[in-house]
């Protein structure tokens, strides 16, 4: 039976709507009036979206044959038209829910009579409709690719979203406590625990950050009075080699300004706060368990299973479908890792396409008639590679996901827990090494693979690769990290939130129809409202937990060389978490719930980054510094190890670290250019590079030997230390709570009270 009320009008079609009721198929079921009346707004489970196709089109008998696939299922359907669109309201049988509640013994507390939750609602829905299909076979997932369908998506509840508004998403409301448990009901489990626990690591980098400007005061603090900006300052007597093919001589004092900038981030405090955030990455993570095993327990989600209740929805979908095993490939896998190894391959190339960039435009800055321009041409070129390898990150987060999907697919993941693990893994690893690959090289590469006067190290056999200032090379790894960082966290702020609240501002210019009135007329508003709001998918939750991932690992991994990043994280987080709330509430439709009790994955990707974070600091103080070099000039070849009292340790360092090449060598002439060997109208005999080499045969010096000796012992040293102390840390505190332990105690206590009483209440009714 079907009615239709309100046909449209052509000179009022905005104010009308086209109501079309499709009747339940089950006759034992319905009532007249189910047949009839109008479902109120708030009760659909979801709401499907297509362009009305006229006459019989292949795409409108597709639409008619999967909504007649769900009534067959016993789902109530309504229709509305408006604009060349239809929406079909769908509302699932109470049969589904009392079925799921028995096989899984809700842990929403439901019984079989009573409903189950909403977010726990809208997940079995969704599983239905995904896995319901039309007579040749095809699923909702590609009928909407074939556009049959444009979207699927549960409807907010306005009373709900309004409390949410009002508690949480709103700016107004950043220095209030997540009401994480109404997060919960609203949203599900999984986007309760990443609310959960991006609130907890922002409460933690308060610590972190506050150590990280102390560090960086520590080194203002010294800023006029370190002996070592004092010599690079005044060294206006010091020629030192030109950086590159068309630099000219230049002077030591040049670079004051950065010797400057590196004390302030390279100093004896660095060496304390990479201790430190080694200990704090270990910390944060154990406190996090105990912290979610509280809230869990709450939940009452301890022992969830979300396999069990995916092969539970499969039954209830279909009572004789036949369980997917498990598969494994030997060949498959080795496909699989052959391409990851392409993938990273590639990435590779494209950091050392960047190295390739930086040298060029070195070479042409220098050339440039802007003075300021080529007097900081590795500087300004440096910046310039920052920015272009964010522009390569952005262009390069959707090619990784294109392939980690490609490679998902080829695995052939027999559920969707575990394809969502196994990309997860890839897309991480593809975006990690995207975002410091380029990073690494200047970390452990830069300067050191150069070269020297007379023997450079040439791209292509024509530029040569970049130097590191006579202060090192940590300031260039700073201003990679600043730059990528900074850029990452404002422009992707920006764009991630003003990008729906326009497209949502718009639509509700465009939508003038009057609201509220008859329930036909609230069905359709909710719709519409719902439908112009901003799309999500399986990508959404996804995206915010990688977006933290790589922050989380730019906070830990090379803090060494950036210890205001903790800072700059916290500054970011304390509006990251109402900006996603006020986004996922206000501007985007309501998202796929999901039911966990933990992380997931992202657990284990954490554990990695504090392993990797221990590594690469260790190897940033060691390798890319100037501690160790400057702690064995202290005390083995400086002016106190030699028995002076009256002046200060470090004085010299700068020149000792210094070598020196002669131009009467046809080797060293060889390598410049007749202008670069004039300075200042004079001709240049001798010029000097940052390197331990012997000024007769170049080879390098016993002090060079020394200082690789103490790098390499140090970095044995640091991570052995750091590691010993995580594992103590890790097995100081325990992941779950005493009292959380005690309370599951109780409930199995209790559960199995309650099984014997009730055997020996049968065995006396016999």
């Not at 950036?562 to 500054?571: C, E, K, N, S």
């Amino acid at each position: 039976m079907e009615s239709e009320n309100n046909k449209p009008d052509r000179g009022n079609q905005r104010s009308q709507v086209n109501i079309e009721l499709v009747p339940i198929r089950d006759p034992d079921h319905a009532t007249e009036t189910d047949r009839t009346s109008l479902i109120p707004c708030s009760k659909y489970d979801y709401v499907l979206v297509g362009k009305e196709y006229t006459g019989d089109s292949e795409h409108d008998r597709k639409q008619k044959a999967f909504i007649k696939a769900l009534e067959n299922k016993g789902y109530q359907t309504q229709k509305l038209r408006e604009k060349n669109k239809v929406y079909f309201g769908i509302l699932a049988p109470q049969e589904i829910f009392s079925k799921y509640a028995h096989l899984l013994k809700n842990p929403d507390n439901c019984s079989e009579e009573e409903k189950v939750s909403t977010p726990t609602r809208i997940r079995i829905v969704k599983f239905m409709l995904d896995n319901t299909f039309i007579g040749n076979g095809e699923k909702l997932h590609a009928l909407l690719k074939e556009k049959v369908f444009e979207a699927v998506f549960p409807l907010h509840e306005e009373r709900e979203q309004k409390k949410l508004i009002k508690k949480w998403a709103r700016w107004t409301a950043c220095f209030k406590t997540q009401p994480i448990n109404e997060v919960r009901m609203y949203f599900g489990e999984k986007v309760a625990l990443y609310f959960l626990w991006l609130g907890w690591y922002t409460y933690m980098l308060v610590p972190a950050a506050l150590i990280g400007v102390i560090v960086f005061l520590y080194g203002l603090a010294f800023f006029e009075s370190n002996p070592l900006i004092k010599e690079v300052c005044e060294g206006n007597s010091t020629i030192m080699c030109p950086l590159c093919d068309k630099c000219p001589m230049w002077q030591l004092s040049e670079t004051c300004t950065y010797a400057k900038v590196t004390h302030l981030f390279d100093n004896e405090g660095t060496v304390f706060f990479s201790m430190f955030m080694a200990l704090w990455a270990t910390w944060f993570l154990e406190i996090w368990k105990r912290h979610r095993s509280r809230e869990v327990c709450k939940w009452k989600l301890n022992n969830w299973d979300e396999n069990e209740e995916e092969l539970a929805l499969e039954l209830i979908n279909d009572p004789d479908c036949t369980q997917d095993r498990y598969q494994h490939s030997y060949l498959r896998s080795i496909l699989v890792l052959v391409l990851v190894c392409c993938m990273i391959a590639l990435i590779i190339g494209l950091a050392q396409a960047l190295v390739v960039f930086r040298v060029i435009a070195t070479v042409f800055l220098s050339a440039s008639k802007w003075q300021l321009m080529s007097d900081h041409a590795n500087t300004v070129a440096v910046m310039m590679g920052a920015v272009l390898h964010y522009l390569t990150i952005t262009i390069m987060t959707k090619v990784n996901r294109k392939v980690a999907l490609f490679l998902c697919d080829l695995e052939k993941t027999r559920s969707n827990t575990g394809r969502e693990r196994n990309f997860t893994v890839k897309m991480f690893t593809f975006q990690f090494l995207t975002l410091f690959s380029s990073l690494i090289y200047v970390a452990f590469f830069l300067g050191r693979i150069n070269g020297r006067p007379g023997s450079y190290v040439r791209i292509a056999g024509m530029w040569r690769l970049e130097e590191c200032h006579p202060s090192g090379c940590i300031t260039d790894l700073f201003i990679q990290m600043a730059i990528i960082m900074v850029l990452k966290q404002t422009l992707s702020n920006v764009v991630e939130f003003m990008s729906p609240w326009v497209n949502y501002k718009i639509h509700n210019l465009q939508d003038k129809s009057p609201k509220g009135g008859s329930e036909s007329n609230c069905i359709r508003d909710s719709w519409l409202h719902n439908y112009h709001m901003n799309e999500v998918d399986a990508f959404s939750l996804f995206n915010e937990f990688l977006e933290m991932m790589i922050q989380y690992s730019f906070t830990t991994i090379f803090v060494a060389a950036f210890p205001l990043a903790p800072l700059l994280a916290l500054i970011n987080n304390f509006f990251e978490i109402r900006l996603d709330a006020i986004k996922m509430v206000s501007l985007e439709r309501r998202m796929f719930c999901k039911k966990t009790n933990d992380i997931g994955i992202w657990l284990q990707v954490l554990q990695a980054i504090g392993v990797l974070a221990v590594i690469a600091n260790g190897l940033v103080i060691g390798v890319t510094s100037d501690f160790i070099p400057r702690l064995v000039y202290k005390y083995i070849y400086g002016p106190c190890a030699k028995g002076a009292t009256d002046i200060d340790c470090m004085s010299g360092y700068i020149n000792n670290s210094l070598s020196t090449v002669y131009m009467k060598d046809h080797n060293i002439r060889r390598d410049f250019e007749p202008g670069q060997l004039i300075f200042n109208g004079n001709n240049v005999t001798q010029c000097k590079y940052k390197d331990y080499r012997s000024d007769d045969d170049y080879a390098y010096t016993s002090q060079f030997w020394l200082i690789f000796a103490a790098r390499f012992a140090f970095v044995l040293l640091f991570e052995h230390v750091a590691v010993v102390i995580k594992f103590i840390a890790a097995w100081f505190v325990p992941d779950v709570p005493l009292a959380v332990k005690n309370e599951n105690l109780d409930r199995k206590f209790e559960r199995l009270k309650r099984e014997l009483r009730k055997m020996e209440n049968r065995t006396t009714d016999i």
